[in-house]
């Protein structure tokens, strides 16, 4: 860790934090970009620390400080990356952080968890959080789908959640936060995707880390399940953001895809891809009940294609990449319409049932 530590202190150092007085979106915001050289730093690194914009301990009830931290992790393709997480400090601290994944679900950068806080749609989201401050846990919130709103990417959420945990600890004196912390994750849906493949990922990606837990809602263990589950039903309108966004960790698989995209019609690419400019609210309006196959060519086999068969399965199908080694708490409704109960039920039992 202290390696760490000195590599985040050189950075920061060398380009300050550019602080901002009122939170401006991240695709407008130049805090949102990595220094040059970020990519020869530990995966963990703080690369840039800031006190968050605006006026987060405000909104935010039992709050007594907020920072955003810039920090090097890994992409999908296990190649040098970034990503931002908010960090929030107790008035009262105890030596606990809770790591809490946001599901944003979507391909939006402007939708990132970071920016979104803000908005009166995370009203619930703060009072989460502040439930969490209220205990004295320092509460950390990554945007863990990184700067290309990757979606439903398993490896790099999962690499990005682990990242934030790195980052915090490394920022550990910055923010008060006591160096014997102990920590755990907490994520439902799109959270629980990125809070899963960070707890099947850290036995090899971050083996020096030990969770005290893991609590996972709404588990989504197979992305095309998911995707043939939700097509022309009310939650249709996550496919486009998590197809789009999944494939933005594969140049030429999302290149093969565009391609298939119809280019006349009322289901065509520009329809498809104006996916990437909403949140996940505007996305479940525009695309609520839509057959989803309609915008490809071959319909959704173009999807479920050779070449997305390959990005799927290092990417989107959990329990792949190792056994969680610290314990688990995973809870589901009996009837969830967007993923099977018994993809849940299965990834569980193989769990219990491999040795660690």
Same mark, same amino acid.
Request: aromatic share 12%; proline share 6%.
């Given at each position: 860790?202290?390696?760490?530590?000195?590599?985040?202190?050189?950075?920061?150092?060398?380009?300050?934090?550019?602080?901002?007085?009122?939170?401006?979106?991240?695709?407008?915001?130049?805090?949102?970009?990595?220094?040059?050289?970020?990519?020869?730093?530990?995966?963990?690194?703080?690369?840039?620390?800031?006190?968050?914009?605006?006026?987060?301990?405000?909104?935010?009830? @039992?709050?007594?400080?907020?920072? @955003?931290?810039?920090?090097?992790?890994?992409?999908?393709?296990?190649?040098?990356?970034?990503?931002?997480?908010?960090?929030?400090?107790?008035?009262?601290?105890?030596?606990?952080?809770?790591?809490?994944?946001?599901?944003?679900?979507?391909?939006?950068?402007?939708?990132?968890?970071?920016?979104?806080?803000?908005?009166?749609?995370?009203?619930?989201?703060?009072? /989460?959080?502040?439930?969490?401050? #209220?205990?004295?846990?320092?509460?950390?919130?990554?945007?863990?789908?990184?700067?290309?709103?990757?979606?439903?990417?398993?490896?790099?959420?999962?690499?990005?959640?682990?990242?934030?945990?790195?980052?915090?600890? @490394?920022?550990?004196?910055?923010?008060?936060?006591?160096?014997?912390?102990?920590?755990?994750?907490?994520?439902?849906?799109?959270?629980?995707?990125? #809070?899963?493949?960070?707890?099947?990922?850290?036995?090899?990606?971050?083996?020096?880390?030990?969770?005290?837990?893991?609590?996972?809602?709404?588990?989504?263990?197979?992305?095309?399940?998911?995707?043939?589950?939700?097509?022309?039903?009310?939650?249709?309108?996550?496919?486009?953001?998590?197809?789009?966004?999944?494939?933005?960790?594969?140049?030429?698989?999302?290149?093969?895809?565009?391609?298939?995209?119809?280019?006349?019609?009322?289901? @065509?690419?520009?329809?498809?891809?104006?996916?990437?400019?909403?949140?996940?609210?505007?996305?479940?309006?525009?695309?609520?009940?839509?057959?989803?196959?309609?915008?490809?060519?071959?319909?959704?086999?173009?999807?479920?294609?050779?070449?997305?068969?390959?990005?799927?399965?290092?990417?989107?199908?959990?329990?792949?990449?190792?056994?969680?080694?610290?314990?688990?708490?995973?809870?589901?409704?009996?009837?969830?319409?967007?993923?099977?109960?018994?993809?849940? /039920?299965?990834?569980?039992?193989?769990?219990?049932?491999?040795?660690?």
């Amino acid at each position: 860790m202290a390696s760490l530590a000195s590599d985040a202190g050189t950075i920061s150092e060398r380009y300050g934090d550019l602080q901002l007085a009122e939170p401006i979106p991240p695709l407008q915001d130049p805090w949102y970009t990595a220094p040059d050289g970020f990519e020869h730093t530990k995966p963990g690194t703080v690369l840039r620390l800031r006190e968050a914009p605006g006026n987060l301990t405000s909104l935010v009830t @039992n709050c007594s400080a907020a920072y @955003n931290i810039l920090y090097r992790t890994t992409n999908s393709r296990y190649r040098p990356d970034w990503a931002v997480t908010t960090v929030l400090v107790p008035q009262d601290p105890a030596p606990a952080l809770l790591s809490y994944q946001v599901p944003y679900d979507s391909a939006f950068l402007d939708a990132s968890i970071s920016y979104v806080l803000y908005n009166e749609e995370s009203v619930p989201l703060r009072a /989460d959080i502040s439930t969490g401050l #209220s205990y004295g846990w320092f509460v950390n919130v990554p945007d863990y789908e990184g700067p290309l709103a990757s979606f439903t990417a398993g490896v790099q959420s999962g690499h990005a959640t682990i990242d934030s945990v790195r980052a915090v600890l @490394n920022a550990c004196e910055k923010l008060g936060l006591a160096k014997d912390a102990r920590y755990a994750m907490w994520g439902y849906s799109g959270g629980a995707l990125a #809070s899963e493949w960070a707890a099947e990922l850290q036995v090899q990606y971050a083996p020096e880390l030990n969770f005290s837990g893991t609590a996972l809602g709404g588990l989504t263990p197979n992305i095309s399940h998911v995707l043939l589950a939700i097509n022309e039903s009310p939650s249709a309108g996550l496919s486009p953001s998590a197809i789009l966004g999944i494939a933005s960790q594969f140049p030429e698989e999302r290149a093969y895809l565009l391609s298939r995209l119809k280019t006349s019609g009322p289901y @065509n690419a520009t329809g498809f891809l104006a996916a990437l400019n909403y949140t996940a609210t505007q996305a479940s309006v525009v695309y609520a009940y839509q057959d989803i196959g309609d915008y490809f060519v071959g319909g959704l086999d173009d999807f479920f294609s050779l070449i997305s068969a390959k990005v799927i399965s290092l990417d989107g199908i959990m329990g792949y990449h190792g056994v969680p080694q610290m314990p688990l708490y995973v809870y589901k409704a009996i009837g969830d319409e967007i993923s099977a109960i018994n993809d849940t /039920d299965a990834l569980v039992k193989e769990y219990c049932n491999r040795e660690f």
